[in-house]
Protein backbone atom coordinates (compact mmCIF):
# COMPACT_ATOMS: atom_id res chain seq x y z
CA UNK A 1 0.00 0.00 0.00
CA UNK A 2 0.82 3.69 -0.10
CA UNK A 3 2.91 4.69 2.41
CA UNK A 4 0.56 7.53 3.50
CA UNK A 5 -2.23 4.80 4.30
CA UNK A 6 -0.35 2.64 6.73
CA UNK A 7 -2.04 1.93 9.29
CA UNK A 8 -1.55 1.06 13.25
CA UNK A 9 -0.91 -2.62 13.08
CA UNK A 10 -0.56 -5.52 15.81
CA UNK A 11 3.01 -5.62 15.04
CA UNK A 12 3.89 -1.58 14.81
CA UNK A 13 1.88 0.06 17.65
CA UNK A 14 3.67 2.54 16.66
CA UNK A 15 3.99 3.26 13.29
CA UNK A 16 6.45 6.02 13.33
CA UNK A 17 8.33 5.80 15.95
CA UNK A 18 8.13 6.25 19.82
CA UNK A 19 7.32 9.93 20.74
CA UNK A 20 10.24 11.76 22.84
CA UNK A 21 11.38 11.73 25.40
CA UNK A 22 10.01 7.92 25.66
CA UNK A 23 12.31 7.12 22.52
CA UNK A 24 15.80 8.51 23.79
CA UNK A 25 15.33 6.27 27.29
CA UNK A 26 14.18 3.23 25.05
CA UNK A 27 17.18 3.85 22.64
CA UNK A 28 19.27 4.61 25.70
CA UNK A 29 18.46 1.00 27.10
CA UNK A 30 18.78 -0.74 23.94
CA UNK A 31 22.59 0.81 23.28
CA UNK A 32 23.88 0.54 26.81
CA UNK A 33 23.02 -3.40 26.83
CA UNK A 34 24.45 -3.92 23.39
CA UNK A 35 27.64 -2.06 24.79
CA UNK A 36 27.91 -4.31 27.60
CA UNK A 37 27.72 -7.41 25.56
CA UNK A 38 30.32 -6.01 23.08
CA UNK A 39 32.92 -4.21 26.25
CA UNK A 40 32.30 -7.88 28.66
CA UNK A 41 33.57 -10.01 25.02
CA UNK A 42 36.79 -7.32 24.67
CA UNK A 43 37.62 -6.98 28.07
CA UNK A 44 37.71 -10.96 29.03
CA UNK A 45 40.70 -11.31 26.54
CA UNK A 46 43.01 -9.26 28.82
CA UNK A 47 42.16 -11.11 32.16
CA UNK A 48 43.23 -14.33 30.49
CA UNK A 49 47.15 -14.53 32.04
CA UNK A 50 45.55 -13.69 35.33
CA UNK A 51 42.57 -15.91 35.78
CA UNK A 52 45.01 -18.54 34.87
CA UNK A 53 47.50 -18.03 37.64
CA UNK A 54 45.24 -17.04 39.79
CA UNK A 55 43.03 -20.05 38.82
CA UNK A 56 46.53 -22.49 38.38
CA UNK A 57 45.17 -23.71 35.19
CA UNK A 58 47.63 -23.90 31.88
CA UNK A 59 47.29 -20.66 29.74
CA UNK A 60 46.03 -22.96 26.61
CA UNK A 61 42.96 -23.39 28.81
CA UNK A 62 41.77 -20.46 29.58
CA UNK A 63 40.94 -19.47 25.82
CA UNK A 64 37.62 -21.80 26.69
CA UNK A 65 36.59 -18.21 28.38
CA UNK A 66 36.52 -16.72 24.77
CA UNK A 67 35.42 -19.20 22.92
CA UNK A 68 32.56 -20.61 24.83
CA UNK A 69 31.47 -16.90 24.68
CA UNK A 70 31.18 -16.80 21.03
CA UNK A 71 30.12 -20.05 20.88
CA UNK A 72 26.94 -19.26 22.44
CA UNK A 73 26.79 -16.04 20.87
CA UNK A 74 26.63 -17.65 16.89
CA UNK A 75 24.60 -20.78 18.00
CA UNK A 76 21.86 -18.73 19.94
CA UNK A 77 21.74 -15.87 17.34
CA UNK A 78 19.30 -17.26 14.83
CA UNK A 79 16.80 -18.97 17.84
CA UNK A 80 16.63 -16.04 19.88
CA UNK A 81 15.60 -14.19 17.13
CA UNK A 82 13.09 -16.44 16.37
CA UNK A 83 12.20 -16.57 19.64
CA UNK A 84 11.45 -12.54 19.64
CA UNK A 85 9.28 -12.78 16.85
CA UNK A 86 7.41 -15.36 18.31
CA UNK A 87 7.12 -13.94 22.20
CA UNK A 88 7.59 -10.61 21.42
CA UNK A 89 10.82 -8.10 21.33
CA UNK A 90 10.76 -6.93 24.50
CA UNK A 91 10.25 -9.54 26.33
CA UNK A 92 13.08 -11.72 24.96
CA UNK A 93 15.58 -8.86 24.74
CA UNK A 94 14.87 -8.07 28.68
CA UNK A 95 15.01 -11.99 29.53
CA UNK A 96 18.63 -11.54 27.69
CA UNK A 97 19.81 -8.89 29.66
CA UNK A 98 18.27 -10.58 32.95
CA UNK A 99 19.97 -13.88 32.14
CA UNK A 100 23.38 -12.09 30.60
CA UNK A 101 23.19 -10.09 34.18
CA UNK A 102 22.83 -13.34 36.17
CA UNK A 103 25.60 -14.94 34.39
CA UNK A 104 27.48 -12.03 35.08
CA UNK A 105 27.15 -12.76 38.73
CA UNK A 106 27.85 -16.58 37.87
CA UNK A 107 31.22 -15.31 36.16
CA UNK A 108 32.22 -13.02 39.30
CA UNK A 109 31.69 -16.17 41.92
CA UNK A 110 33.01 -18.73 39.65
CA UNK A 111 36.09 -20.93 42.00
CA UNK A 112 36.99 -23.09 38.98
CA UNK A 113 37.69 -22.69 35.57
CA UNK A 114 34.96 -24.96 34.64
CA UNK A 115 32.46 -23.08 36.50
CA UNK A 116 33.81 -19.62 34.56
CA UNK A 117 33.50 -21.17 31.33
CA UNK A 118 30.03 -22.48 31.79
CA UNK A 119 28.99 -19.01 33.36
CA UNK A 120 30.62 -17.36 30.24
CA UNK A 121 28.53 -20.04 27.52
CA UNK A 122 24.92 -18.66 29.66
CA UNK A 123 26.23 -14.86 29.15
CA UNK A 124 26.74 -15.43 25.72
CA UNK A 125 23.19 -16.90 25.04
CA UNK A 126 22.12 -13.85 26.79
CA UNK A 127 24.21 -11.55 24.75
CA UNK A 128 22.67 -13.26 21.67
CA UNK A 129 19.25 -11.98 22.59
CA UNK A 130 20.23 -8.82 22.98
CA UNK A 131 22.40 -8.50 20.10
CA UNK A 132 19.74 -9.89 17.56
CA UNK A 133 16.54 -8.40 18.95
CA UNK A 134 18.58 -4.85 20.18
CA UNK A 135 18.55 -4.02 16.73
CA UNK A 136 15.16 -5.12 15.84
CA UNK A 137 13.94 -2.54 18.57
CA UNK A 138 15.24 0.36 16.97
CA UNK A 139 13.10 -0.12 14.18
CA UNK A 140 10.03 0.06 16.15
CA UNK A 141 11.60 3.07 18.75
CA UNK A 142 13.01 5.58 15.93
CA UNK A 143 10.45 6.75 12.75
CA UNK A 144 11.81 5.11 9.80
CA UNK A 145 13.47 8.59 8.47
CA UNK A 146 15.92 8.81 11.62
CA UNK A 147 16.53 4.85 11.45
CA UNK A 148 19.83 5.59 9.77
CA UNK A 149 21.15 7.74 12.20
CA UNK A 150 20.25 5.62 15.41
CA UNK A 151 21.91 2.35 13.21
CA UNK A 152 24.57 4.58 13.02
CA UNK A 153 24.98 5.90 16.73
CA UNK A 154 24.64 2.34 17.86
CA UNK A 155 27.43 1.24 15.74
CA UNK A 156 29.33 4.25 16.73
CA UNK A 157 28.65 2.89 20.53
CA UNK A 158 29.90 -0.67 19.73
CA UNK A 159 32.79 0.48 18.04
CA UNK A 160 33.76 2.96 21.01
CA UNK A 161 33.27 -0.17 23.42
CA UNK A 162 35.30 -2.99 21.13
CA UNK A 163 38.43 0.08 21.04
CA UNK A 164 37.78 0.61 25.02
CA UNK A 165 37.69 -2.76 26.08
CA UNK A 166 41.09 -3.65 26.46
CA UNK A 167 42.07 -0.32 28.25
CA UNK A 168 39.67 -0.60 30.71
CA UNK A 169 39.52 -4.32 31.74
CA UNK A 170 43.30 -3.13 32.35
CA UNK A 171 41.96 -0.24 34.66
CA UNK A 172 40.27 -2.36 36.40
CA UNK A 173 42.87 -5.36 36.44
CA UNK A 174 45.12 -2.34 38.07
CA UNK A 175 42.74 -2.10 41.27
CA UNK A 176 40.87 -5.18 41.72
CA UNK A 177 40.84 -8.60 41.10
CA UNK A 178 40.00 -10.02 37.82
CA UNK A 179 36.11 -11.02 39.43
CA UNK A 180 35.25 -7.59 38.92
CA UNK A 181 35.48 -7.70 35.02
CA UNK A 182 32.19 -8.95 35.22
CA UNK A 183 30.70 -8.04 38.66
CA UNK A 184 30.51 -4.04 37.27
CA UNK A 185 28.04 -5.51 34.75
CA UNK A 186 25.68 -6.32 37.30
CA UNK A 187 25.12 -2.71 38.44
CA UNK A 188 24.88 -1.89 34.26
CA UNK A 189 22.25 -4.76 33.73
CA UNK A 190 19.84 -3.53 36.30
CA UNK A 191 20.24 -0.04 34.73
CA UNK A 192 18.92 -1.34 31.70
CA UNK A 193 16.12 -3.52 33.14
CA UNK A 194 14.55 -0.58 34.79
CA UNK A 195 14.46 1.24 31.27
CA UNK A 196 13.40 -1.58 29.47
CA UNK A 197 9.61 -0.46 30.12
CA UNK A 198 10.55 2.09 27.73
CA UNK A 199 10.70 -0.08 24.30
CA UNK A 200 7.68 -0.72 22.42
CA UNK A 201 5.80 -3.67 23.38
CA UNK A 202 5.87 -5.66 20.25
CA UNK A 203 2.98 -7.92 19.84
CA UNK A 204 4.30 -12.06 18.97
CA UNK A 205 3.43 -14.55 16.18
CA UNK A 206 3.04 -17.22 18.93
CA UNK A 207 4.68 -19.31 16.33
CA UNK A 208 6.41 -22.22 17.91
CA UNK A 209 9.90 -23.22 17.53
CA UNK A 210 11.03 -26.78 16.63
CA UNK A 211 13.29 -28.05 18.95
CA UNK A 212 14.81 -30.56 16.22
CA UNK A 213 15.69 -27.65 14.07
CA UNK A 214 17.53 -25.54 16.88
CA UNK A 215 19.19 -28.83 17.98
CA UNK A 216 20.52 -29.04 13.93
CA UNK A 217 21.29 -25.06 14.27
CA UNK A 218 23.28 -25.59 17.42
CA UNK A 219 25.20 -28.40 15.79
CA UNK A 220 25.50 -26.73 12.55
CA UNK A 221 27.53 -23.56 14.38
CA UNK A 222 28.99 -25.40 16.73
CA UNK A 223 30.78 -27.87 14.18
CA UNK A 224 31.54 -25.37 11.61
CA UNK A 225 33.17 -23.17 14.80
CA UNK A 226 35.05 -25.86 15.78
CA UNK A 227 36.04 -27.50 12.72
CA UNK A 228 37.20 -24.28 11.35
CA UNK A 229 39.81 -23.71 14.83
CA UNK A 230 41.00 -27.40 14.66
CA UNK A 231 41.29 -27.67 10.54
CA UNK A 232 44.96 -26.11 10.13
CA UNK A 233 46.69 -28.26 12.67
CA UNK A 234 44.32 -31.28 13.04
CA UNK A 235 43.04 -31.38 9.19
CA UNK A 236 41.30 -35.11 10.09
CA UNK A 237 39.35 -33.66 13.21
CA UNK A 238 38.65 -30.73 11.44
CA UNK A 239 37.15 -32.32 8.21
CA UNK A 240 35.13 -34.41 10.32
CA UNK A 241 33.41 -31.40 11.96
CA UNK A 242 33.10 -29.58 8.94
CA UNK A 243 31.22 -32.54 7.32
CA UNK A 244 29.49 -32.76 10.22
CA UNK A 245 28.23 -29.31 10.24
CA UNK A 246 27.58 -29.62 6.41
CA UNK A 247 25.05 -32.41 7.34
CA UNK A 248 23.59 -30.42 9.92
CA UNK A 249 22.72 -27.50 8.01
CA UNK A 250 21.50 -29.78 5.11
CA UNK A 251 19.06 -30.98 7.32
CA UNK A 252 18.18 -27.80 8.87
CA UNK A 253 17.45 -26.69 5.59
CA UNK A 254 15.35 -29.48 4.38
CA UNK A 255 13.64 -29.30 7.93
CA UNK A 256 12.42 -25.38 7.61
CA UNK A 257 12.64 -24.88 3.69
CA UNK A 258 8.41 -24.84 3.61
CA UNK A 259 7.53 -23.03 6.97
CA UNK A 260 6.41 -19.58 7.06
CA UNK A 261 9.38 -17.82 9.01
CA UNK A 262 12.20 -20.46 9.06
CA UNK A 263 14.72 -20.70 11.59
CA UNK A 264 17.42 -20.20 9.11
CA UNK A 265 15.53 -16.81 7.29
CA UNK A 266 15.28 -18.61 3.49
CA UNK A 267 12.50 -16.38 3.22
CA UNK A 268 14.39 -13.20 3.93
CA UNK A 269 17.49 -14.47 1.82
CA UNK A 270 15.12 -14.99 -1.09
CA UNK A 271 14.76 -11.12 -0.87
CA UNK A 272 17.58 -10.39 -3.58
CA UNK A 273 18.47 -7.03 -1.50
CA UNK A 274 18.34 -8.61 1.57
CA UNK A 275 20.95 -11.53 0.60
CA UNK A 276 23.02 -9.20 -1.39
CA UNK A 277 23.80 -7.60 2.10
CA UNK A 278 24.64 -10.73 3.74
CA UNK A 279 27.21 -11.42 1.45
CA UNK A 280 28.71 -8.29 1.74
CA UNK A 281 28.37 -8.43 5.27
CA UNK A 282 30.22 -11.73 5.89
CA UNK A 283 33.54 -10.87 2.88
CA UNK A 284 33.68 -7.62 4.56
CA UNK A 285 33.64 -9.26 8.27
CA UNK A 286 35.70 -11.99 6.82
CA UNK A 287 38.42 -8.92 5.47
CA UNK A 288 38.25 -6.82 8.70
CA UNK A 289 39.10 -10.06 11.29
CA UNK A 290 41.98 -10.95 8.94
CA UNK A 291 43.19 -7.60 8.17
CA UNK A 292 43.28 -6.89 12.19
CA UNK A 293 45.03 -10.22 13.23
CA UNK A 294 47.67 -9.76 10.81
CA UNK A 295 48.26 -6.60 11.52
CA UNK A 296 49.96 -6.86 15.21
CA UNK A 297 52.42 -9.27 13.75
CA UNK A 298 52.99 -7.04 10.74
CA UNK A 299 53.52 -4.28 12.80
CA UNK A 300 56.00 -6.12 15.33
CA UNK A 301 58.04 -8.49 13.00
CA UNK A 302 57.60 -6.91 10.14
CA UNK A 303 58.00 -3.04 10.54
CA UNK A 304 60.12 -4.07 13.71
CA UNK A 305 57.70 -1.57 16.13
CA UNK A 306 57.60 -2.76 19.56
CA UNK A 307 54.60 -3.82 21.55
CA UNK A 308 53.58 -0.54 22.56
CA UNK A 309 54.12 1.39 19.52
CA UNK A 310 52.30 -1.25 17.28
CA UNK A 311 49.32 -0.94 20.11
CA UNK A 312 49.21 3.09 19.16
CA UNK A 313 49.20 2.52 15.04
CA UNK A 314 45.95 0.57 15.44
CA UNK A 315 44.22 3.05 17.69
CA UNK A 316 43.40 5.28 14.77
CA UNK A 317 40.62 1.91 13.26
CA UNK A 318 38.04 1.90 15.65
CA UNK A 319 37.74 5.60 16.54
CA UNK A 320 37.96 6.44 12.53
CA UNK A 321 34.88 3.32 12.55
CA UNK A 322 33.56 5.44 15.35
CA UNK A 323 33.87 8.76 13.95
CA UNK A 324 32.80 7.56 10.30
CA UNK A 325 29.77 5.38 11.68
CA UNK A 326 26.96 8.12 12.86
CA UNK A 327 27.82 10.26 9.60
CA UNK A 328 27.18 7.17 7.35
CA UNK A 329 23.84 7.00 9.71
CA UNK A 330 23.05 10.21 8.53
CA UNK A 331 23.77 9.73 4.77
CA UNK A 332 22.20 6.21 4.59
CA UNK A 333 18.95 7.98 5.18
CA UNK A 334 19.33 10.39 1.73
CA UNK A 335 21.48 8.19 -0.31
CA UNK A 336 21.53 5.17 -1.80
CA UNK A 337 22.87 2.54 0.49
CA UNK A 338 24.47 0.45 -2.28
CA UNK A 339 27.14 3.21 -3.23
CA UNK A 340 28.03 3.93 0.54
CA UNK A 341 29.06 0.43 1.16
CA UNK A 342 30.67 0.02 -2.25
CA UNK A 343 32.51 3.64 -1.31
CA UNK A 344 33.05 2.13 2.17
CA UNK A 345 34.45 -1.28 0.86
CA UNK A 346 36.72 0.44 -1.41
CA UNK A 347 38.23 2.58 1.33
CA UNK A 348 38.67 0.08 3.39
CA UNK A 349 40.67 -2.26 0.78
CA UNK A 350 42.83 0.69 0.30
CA UNK A 351 43.66 1.01 3.01
CA UNK A 352 44.10 -2.79 3.61
CA UNK A 353 46.37 -2.95 0.30
CA UNK A 354 48.34 0.18 1.13
CA UNK A 355 49.79 -1.26 3.97
CA UNK A 356 50.70 -4.67 2.32
CA UNK A 357 52.40 -3.28 0.26
CA UNK A 358 54.56 -0.65 2.13
CA UNK A 359 57.91 -1.18 1.83
CA UNK A 360 59.46 -2.75 5.26
CA UNK A 361 61.97 -0.74 5.58
CA UNK A 362 60.42 3.02 4.93
CA UNK A 363 58.94 5.19 7.49
CA UNK A 364 56.31 3.26 8.82
CA UNK A 365 53.82 6.51 9.81
CA UNK A 366 52.19 6.61 7.03
CA UNK A 367 50.12 3.26 7.87
CA UNK A 368 48.44 5.55 10.73
CA UNK A 369 46.81 7.16 7.25
CA UNK A 370 45.75 3.65 5.97
CA UNK A 371 44.74 2.92 9.47
CA UNK A 372 41.99 6.03 9.45
CA UNK A 373 41.27 4.82 5.67
CA UNK A 374 40.77 1.33 7.19
CA UNK A 375 38.13 2.44 10.06
CA UNK A 376 36.54 5.09 8.40
CA UNK A 377 36.11 2.77 5.35
CA UNK A 378 34.99 -0.03 7.74
CA UNK A 379 32.19 2.38 9.68
CA UNK A 380 30.56 4.12 6.20
CA UNK A 381 30.32 0.34 4.42
CA UNK A 382 28.73 -0.99 7.78
CA UNK A 383 26.07 0.87 9.23
CA UNK A 384 24.42 1.89 5.97
CA UNK A 385 24.37 -2.27 4.70
CA UNK A 386 23.06 -3.11 8.54
CA UNK A 387 19.82 -0.26 7.55
CA UNK A 388 19.71 -2.48 4.12
CA UNK A 389 19.31 -5.71 5.86
CA UNK A 390 16.56 -4.35 8.36
CA UNK A 391 14.40 -2.06 5.64
CA UNK A 392 14.17 -4.72 3.31
CA UNK A 393 12.39 -7.22 5.03
CA UNK A 394 8.80 -6.88 6.97
CA UNK A 395 8.72 -5.80 10.49
CA UNK A 396 6.95 -8.89 11.82
CA UNK A 397 10.58 -10.63 10.91
CA UNK A 398 12.74 -7.48 12.51
CA UNK A 399 14.27 -10.56 14.83
CA UNK A 400 15.31 -12.71 12.63
CA UNK A 401 16.94 -9.97 10.01
CA UNK A 402 18.50 -9.32 13.63
CA UNK A 403 19.78 -12.59 13.65
CA UNK A 404 21.08 -13.00 10.64
CA UNK A 405 22.89 -9.67 10.66
CA UNK A 406 24.74 -11.12 13.57
CA UNK A 407 25.04 -14.08 12.08
CA UNK A 408 26.54 -12.94 9.22
CA UNK A 409 29.52 -10.88 11.51
CA UNK A 410 30.28 -13.82 13.36
CA UNK A 411 30.32 -16.23 10.53
CA UNK A 412 32.79 -13.94 8.88
CA UNK A 413 35.02 -13.01 11.72
CA UNK A 414 35.62 -16.74 12.52
CA UNK A 415 36.65 -17.47 8.85
CA UNK A 416 39.22 -14.29 8.75
CA UNK A 417 40.64 -15.87 11.73
CA UNK A 418 40.78 -19.16 10.20
CA UNK A 419 42.05 -17.48 7.48
CA UNK A 420 44.97 -15.77 9.39
CA UNK A 421 45.51 -19.23 10.80
CA UNK A 422 46.15 -21.26 7.71
CA UNK A 423 48.24 -18.35 6.34
CA UNK A 424 50.56 -18.42 9.06
CA UNK A 425 50.75 -22.53 9.32
CA UNK A 426 51.64 -22.56 5.77
CA UNK A 427 54.04 -19.60 5.12
CA UNK A 428 57.45 -19.14 6.56
CA UNK A 429 59.11 -15.66 7.17
CA UNK A 430 57.38 -13.11 10.36
CA UNK A 431 56.27 -11.20 7.68
CA UNK A 432 55.30 -13.52 4.69
CA UNK A 433 51.70 -14.66 6.19
CA UNK A 434 50.54 -11.31 7.93
CA UNK A 435 51.20 -8.94 4.20
CA UNK A 436 49.67 -11.96 2.15
CA UNK A 437 46.60 -12.11 5.05
CA UNK A 438 46.31 -8.23 4.56
CA UNK A 439 45.98 -8.41 0.49
CA UNK A 440 43.71 -11.18 0.93
CA UNK A 441 41.37 -9.22 3.26
CA UNK A 442 42.02 -6.05 0.65
CA UNK A 443 40.82 -8.63 -1.80
CA UNK A 444 37.89 -9.38 0.39
CA UNK A 445 36.66 -6.10 1.31
CA UNK A 446 36.28 -4.83 -2.13
CA UNK A 447 34.47 -8.11 -2.78
CA UNK A 448 32.07 -6.86 -0.22
CA UNK A 449 31.83 -3.26 -2.11
CA UNK A 450 31.14 -4.45 -5.02
CA UNK A 451 28.88 -6.37 -4.11
CA UNK A 452 27.07 -4.09 -2.68
CA UNK A 453 27.31 -2.14 -6.18
CA UNK A 454 24.58 -4.69 -7.28
CA UNK A 455 21.89 -3.26 -4.73
CA UNK A 456 22.18 -0.30 -6.56
CA UNK A 457 18.71 0.73 -9.01
CA UNK A 458 18.70 1.34 -11.79
CA UNK A 459 18.22 5.24 -12.72
CA UNK A 460 15.48 6.60 -12.09
CA UNK A 461 14.17 3.83 -9.43
CA UNK A 462 13.79 3.61 -5.70
CA UNK A 463 17.11 1.62 -4.20
CA UNK A 464 15.02 0.11 -1.66
CA UNK A 465 10.96 0.41 -0.72
CA UNK A 466 10.36 -0.65 3.46
CA UNK A 467 9.06 -4.21 3.41
CA UNK A 468 6.09 -3.63 5.34
CA UNK A 469 4.47 -1.76 2.58
CA UNK A 470 4.20 -4.95 0.86
CA UNK A 471 3.43 -8.95 1.80
CA UNK A 472 6.14 -10.64 3.27
CA UNK A 473 8.22 -12.89 1.21
CA UNK A 474 6.90 -15.92 0.25
CA UNK A 475 3.16 -15.09 1.83
Known amino acids: MPRSTIA ?6 HPDGLPMPRRA ?25 TVAGTLGVPPADTVWIITAYQLA ?18 RVFTGGVLLFTAASAGCALAPTLPWLIAARFVQGLGG ?33 ASAAGPTIGAGILAVAPWPFLFA ?9 LATARALPAVAGTRRRLDPVSVALNAGFFAALVMGAEAVAAQPLRGGALLLAAALCLAGLVRREKEREAPLVPLDLLRVRSFRL ?28 QGIVTAGLFLVPWPLATAVAAPIAGRLSDRVGTGWLCAVGGLLLAAGLALTAVWPLGQDPRPLLVFMVMCGFGFGL ?16 RSGAAGGMQGTARLVGQTAGAVLMTVLFSQLSGPEAAPRLGLAVAAALTLAGGLTSLLRVPPRGAAEAVEAVEAPAPGR
Request: proline share 7%; charged share 5%.
Open 8 to 13: RTPDSP
Open 25 to 49: VAAASVIAAIVLVVLDGAIANIALP
Open 73 to 90: LVIALLPVGALGESLGHR
Open 128 to 160: AAVMALGVALLRFVYPQRLLGAAIGWNALAIAL
Open 184 to 192: VNIPVGIVV
Open 277 to 304: SVVASVLCFTGQMAGTVALPFYLQHGLG
Open 381 to 396: FQTPNNRNMLLTVPKT
